[in-house]
């Protein structure tokens, strides 16, 4: 936990405590007068750079209980700050605490306006911190700051009265259910001894209540008493519960544990402080020009925390590459050592084999020709796939011979050798084999149209089909060289319609396919 300073502000003094490690010490007291300012100035000269918390306990603290019309969002802060800036015209310390809303009528909000009506008790303070740059958190007072002393305590009633004696005197702060509606400072005069006078000023603020309604008849108000340890009895003696009033004394040492202080704490201020330290709420009241060097300081630590997390992420990042380097570098040394040993087989290998004429550029261009020859060579798988994706959408075709053959141009149609001696072979051309591109490819294709013997324009159609397929595939040509019948002009038609025919190759036609790659 971050170091932190405190200060408790009474009309007369204001105490500064430092708060380390869960323990709260202190206080050195600053009085009211220009040579405390002075001392004031020097302690945070040497406190300035911790965040600071001030701790108001002041008699002139207003409370003003008020119904606004509900409205919500910004246009409500906005209509409570227009009234809180009319009712609390010359002070800046002011604020506005919704408590929910009201149970008749419109069912409008019920808002506590609070503020410290003499700003001047605090000007000098602030103005101090101001000059000195010290990170001013918030500015909270006691009576709003015991509702969640309360709440820490678990303490649940319709209608409590929280009695502590402070160093500024003793404070009385009524809740009702839960919701702080009143607190009043009571100081000591010279010889009086406050504590003893609990009983009789629980019955004046008791008093005060019924005479603003807000303790009826018939409510019972339970007092809760924070004192010190060695005149706890001495209260639980003096303070008689009544049918109206009940009383109970809670000593500070038990309180203490409670609220995480590990020391035992002098005065009820000590409590607040601790809870200050540990669970700041946001501020009571505006910190004005004096809070920008707080959010300045807030900044600044979370620019030191990215640093923080930025290196620690480079750090991890560093060792993850030089762990990945070191594990690349054994595994290129392994990989050295791998192919050393391959070359040193390789090398006993050839060592026992003869040596062989051919070069090395011969065979790697012998290599190349061969896969040039697999890549581009005259195969008929390509002519066979067309013919096979045309027969797919023509099952009335029924396919009956192939022919196919690579186109070479200028070759021989046969080379012939000389009487009586060996015949003389042609070399073979290159483009044969595919070098340098691939020669174009014909099929001849024979095929039958199974249809009915005598219906010719069904037949007639389907070879027409069946070309135009094979024709629209890419590069490549057909040509019809037998019709299913003879339709020339000249040729003698006979035959009796609808008869019979016994012809066999009455439907069967022949067509040239060229592709060329």
């Not at 015991?146 to 160093?167: A, F």
């Not at 190759?505 to 790659?517: H, S």
Request: glycine share 6%; proline share 6%.
């Amino acid at each position: 936990m971050l170091a932190k300073q405190l200060f408790y502000l009474a009309s007369d003094q204001l105490l500064a405590y430092q708060w380390e490690r869960g323990v709260l010490s202190g206080p050195d007291a600053f009085p009211a007068t220009r040579t405390g300012l002075d001392d004031f100035l020097e302690y945070l000269d040497r406190h300035g750079s911790r965040p600071a918390f001030l701790l108001t306990d002041l008699i002139e603290e207003d409370f003003t209980r008020l119904l606004l019309p509900h409205v919500p969002g910004r246009a409500g802060r906005k209509l409570r700050e227009r009234r809180l800036a009319q009712h609390y015209r010359d002070t800046p310390y002011r604020t506005a605490l919704v408590q929910g809303r009201a149970d008749e009528g419109r069912r409008d909000d019920v808002v506590l306006f609070t503020a410290l009506t003499n700003p001047l008790l605090l000007t000098a303070w602030v103005d101090a911190m101001e000059l000195m740059q010290t990170p001013l958190a918030g500015i909270y007072s006691c009576a709003v700051l015991g509702r969640e002393l309360v709440q820490r305590l678990e303490v649940k009633r319709p209608h409590m009265l929280l009695v502590t004696r402070d160093t500024a005197g003793l404070r009385q702060t009524y809740f009702q259910g839960g919701a702080l509606k009143f607190s009043r400072l009571v100081q000591a005069t010279p010889g009086e001894d406050l504590v003893r006078a609990i009983p009789a000023e629980t019955r004046k603020t008791q008093q005060f209540l019924t005479s603003v309604r807000l303790l009826e008849r018939g409510d019972v108000l339970h007092v809760l008493v924070l004192a010190d340890a060695e005149r706890a009895d001495e209260l639980a003696a003096r303070c008689q519960s009544g049918a109206d009033t009940i009383y109970r004394v809670v000593p500070l040492d038990t309180v203490a544990p409670a609220l995480g202080l590990k020391t035992t704490p002098g005065a009820a201020e000590d409590l607040l402080l601790a809870m200050l330290a540990r669970h700041a709420p946001q501020s009571h009241y505006p910190t004005l020009v004096a809070g920008n060097y707080y959010k300045l300081w807030r900044a600044r630590l979370s620019l030191y925390a990215s640093s923080a997390v930025l290196a620690v992420a480079g750090l991890a990042w560093s060792v993850v590459n030089l762990a990945g380097y070191a594990l690349a570098h054994g595994n290129a040394e392994a990989l050295r050592s791998e192919t050393a040993y391959y070359r040193a087989n390789y090398r006993n290998s050839m060592s026992s084999m003869p040596s062989t004429g051919e070069r090395t550029v011969n065979m790697r261009a012998a290599v190349s020709i061969d896969q040039m020859v697999a890549r581009q060579g005259p195969w008929p798988l390509q002519m066979m796939g067309m013919v096979s994706s045309a027969l797919e959408q023509s099952p009335e075709i029924r396919l009956t011979q192939l022919d196919w053959r690579a186109v070479i141009p200028g070759a021989p149609a046969q080379a012939t050798g000389t009487v009586g001696g060996p015949a003389l072979v042609a070399p073979t051309s290159s483009l044969a084999l595919g070098i340098p591109k691939s020669p174009p490819q014909t099929l001849r294709l024979q095929a039958e149209v199974v249809s009915g013997p005598e219906d010719y324009r069904k037949v007639l159609g389907d070879m027409n089909a069946f070309a135009q397929r094979l024709a629209a595939m890419p590069r490549t040509s057909v040509e019809i060289v037998q019709l299913p019948f003879d339709i020339r002009p000249n040729v003698k038609l006979s035959g009796t319609v609808g008869a019979p025919s016994g012809g066999q190759d009455r439907n069967k036609f022949t067509l040239d396919i060229t592709w060329t790659p």
